[in-house]
C-alpha cells in the first residue's frame, strides 16, 4: 500500500494550497483517512481526518479554514487550506486506514512521506 501527497509549497501569509493524497496498492477497502502534520521540534498532530461515510473532524487550530474531503472511487483525499498562517508550516502527512483484502477484516494505519508546506511573506 502506498500514499503518496501533493500540492505542498510555498505560499505568502492569507494564501490557500490543496493537497492530494493517492491511495494505490493491495486495498479491499479503506476507512478512515486524514491529514497530519509535524512542524520542526513538535510531535505530529492531527489536522483532519474524514470517514468513509464523509463525516469531518478537525482541529481547532484550522476549523474554519481547512476542508478535508475524499473521492472514495478513486482512493484520494484532499486538504483544502484557506486563509494560510506562518504556523501551518509543517510537514504534512496523509493516514488512511487499509483493509487489505477480503480474508481479513481488519484495518492498518498507512502513511505518506510527507509534503512540506512553508507560510512565509
Known amino acids: 500500500v502506498q500514499l503518496v501527497e501533493s500540492g505542498g509549497g510555498l505560499v505568502q501569509p492569507g494564501g490557500s494550497l490543496r493537497l492530494s493524497c493517492a491511495a494505490s496498492?493491495?486495498?479491499?477497502?479503506?476507512?478512515?483517512m486524514g491529514w497530519y502534520r509535524q512542524a520542526p521540534g513538535k510531535q505530529r498532530e492531527l489536522v483532519a481526518t474524514?470517514?468513509?461515510?464523509?463525516?469531518?473532524n478537525y482541529a481547532d487550530s484550522v476549523r474554519g479554514r481547512f476542508t478535508i474531503s475524499r473521492d472514495n472511487a478513486k482512493k484520494l483525499v484532499y486538504l483544502q487550506m484557506n486563509s494560510l498562517k506562518p504556523e501551518d508550516t509543517a510537514v504534512y502527512y496523509c493516514n488512511a486506514d487499509v483493509r487489505r483484502t477480503i480474508y481479513s477484516s481488519s484495518y492498518y494505519p498507512y502513511w505518506g512521506q510527507g509534503t512540506q508546506v512553508t507560510v512565509s511573506s
Open positions: 496498492g493491495s486495498i479491499f477497502g479503506i476507512n478512515a
Open positions: 474524514i470517514t468513509y461515510g464523509g463525516t469531518t
